[in-house]
């Protein structure tokens, strides 16, 4: 059974930085894809940053380019978003989510129905 665990939300000023993990069990990590997306009130989830440890393709959603860097730990089973320069704009509840052998060529574009299997939400607030 796979499961996703996220941590790491809290409460950052504009122009901070968080750190957020995804732990990942009970499926061959290295054959999956591992996707960070957010849901801010009132608006549709969105994927920012996904990598896959399949082909090790990433991605990202222009509104995070330069700020936010997706990683992988194949030999703990983990996924991290780093956040660097934090904007209220940033402010949402994000999960991590897992698809089987999902990669990100150039130019790709990433929604929530094209993963699986999903965590619970970490929330994430950015204060102006």
């Known amino acids: 059974e796979v499961q996703l665990q996220a941590s790491g939300g809290g409460l950052v000023q504009t122009g901070g930085s968080l750190r957020l993990s995804c732990a990942a069990s009970?499926?061959?990590?290295?054959?999956?894809?591992i996707g960070w997306f957010r849901q801010a009130p009132g608006k549709d989830r969105e994927g920012i940053s996904c990598i896959s440890n399949f082909d090790g393709t990433t991605y990202y959603v222009d509104s995070v380019k330069g700020r936010f860097t997706i990683s992988s730990d194949k030999r703990d089973n983990m996924v991290y978003l780093q956040m660097n320069n934090l904007k209220p704009e940033d402010t949402a509840v994000y999960y991590c989510?897992?698809?089987?052998?999902?990669?990100?060529?150039?130019?790709?574009?990433?929604?929530?129905?094209?993963?699986?299997?999903w965590g619970q939400g970490t929330l994430v607030t950015v204060s102006s």
């Open positions: 009970g499926f061959t990590f290295g054959e999956y894809a």
């Open positions: 989510a897992a698809e089987y052998r999902l990669t990100f060529p150039r130019g790709s574009l990433v929604r929530p129905r094209d993963f699986n299997s």
